[in-house]
């Protein structure tokens, strides 16, 4: 271990990359699991009202999804905090926060386990099925705020000032400040991210699960189109606060041309996902595209380093212009 950390120390950028992945991946993933059950039971009531079982199937191979990336995080989890247990005694308040994220997240993967192993036994009670989908995705919703503030919080305790702030200072949102547009964010990602990961599993799963060429022709542009809307919504937003940082930049007389350059490109590349999920939807042959489904989901996970600066920033403490998503 000790060689590990040396090698690392003596190769910066790769221990910068590393970092980076640390964030994004489990981020992206977690959000994708908490969104993952509202999607499936979707799928699951769009069966019975459509009278397509093409919806059943796609909803159970979902679930299956969500299992695997809420087990993976649950392990994972569990993991580092065994190699960062020091660091995080349970009877501190840090140590507390981060169990609690953990428990959180535990209780979802239980509930969605649920969801999935009892498929069968409650296909005559849908209803029954589809809230035990709902509330693995209310579950996972908690384990997401959860893991943002215990985030937050240890971020905090890194602050020269960290004695004298208060929980206002630390969870209450100010109007205009990355930690509200963070939290306006939060919501739409969680629809997003779940069928961004689906979209690209579907054809995966193709060799494993042969439901025919018609169900993931099908389905692949359902799920695309759901990651479509989800993150165009999420990208009209993301304008709209932009806009208004930009007004404020404008009136405070801090606002130039290079300025405009850099927050134009950056609006534009967080637009790139909903077009390749837009192509993806609109073709004949949805399986042809994994290519362009594979480069939307990472485009998208790399939307979570920014996302997640804004969502630990301290306002007022820190300096955000480098850091906004929308800037």
């Not at 215990?150 to 020269?160: E, G, I, V």
Request: hydrophobic share 55%; charged share 10%; net charge neutral.
């Amino acid at each position: 271990m000790n060689s590990v950390h040396e090698f690392l120390r003596v190769n910066p950028l790769l221990q910068t990359g590393l970092d980076v992945l640390g964030i994004v991946i489990p981020l992206a993933m977690l959000l994708a699991f908490a969104g993952m059950g509202f999607m499936s039971a979707t799928a699951r009531i769009l069966a019975h009202t459509r009278g397509r079982s093409s919806y059943d199937k796609c909803a159970r191979q979902l679930a299956a999804l969500g299992l695997i990336l809420g087990w993976l995080l649950l392990i994972g989890g569990r993991i580092w905090l065994f190699f960062t247990q020091e660091g995080y005694t349970p009877d501190s308040l840090p140590g507390f926060m981060v169990e609690m994220t953990w428990i959180l997240l535990g209780v979802g993967v239980l509930i969605g386990s649920l969801y999935h192993a009892l498929w069968k036994p409650l296909a005559t009670m849908p209803v029954l099925h589809v809230t035990l989908g709902i509330l693995s995705g209310v579950q996972g919703s908690a384990a997401v705020v959860a893991a943002l503030a215990s985030a937050r919080f240890l971020t905090a305790l890194a602050q020269p000032d960290a004695a004298t702030m208060t929980l206002g200072d630390l969870f209450r949102p100010e109007w205009g400040s990355p930690f509200w547009s963070a939290l306006c964010y939060t919501p739409l990602l969680i629809l997003a991210m779940p069928a961004a990961f689906g979209a690209l599993w579907l054809p995966l799963r193709r060799a494993h699960d042969d439901f025919g060429r018609d169900h993931y022709n099908a389905m692949i542009p359902w799920c695309a189109a759901w990651a479509r809307n989800a993150w165009g919504l999420f990208w009209l937003l993301l304008l709209i606060s932009s806009g208004m940082q930009i007004a404020q930049h404008w009136q405070a007389g801090a606002f130039t041309m290079q300025d405009a350059i850099i927050q134009t490109s950056r609006l534009l590349l967080w637009l790139i996902p909903a077009l390749l999920w837009t192509l993806v939807c609109r073709s004949a042959i949805a399986l042809r595209h994994k290519l362009t489904l594979l480069a939307a989901l990472v485009i998208s996970i790399t939307f979570m380093l920014p996302y997640y600066l804004e969502a630990t920033a301290m306002y007022g403490l820190v300096t955000h212009t480098d850091t906004q998503p929308g800037i």
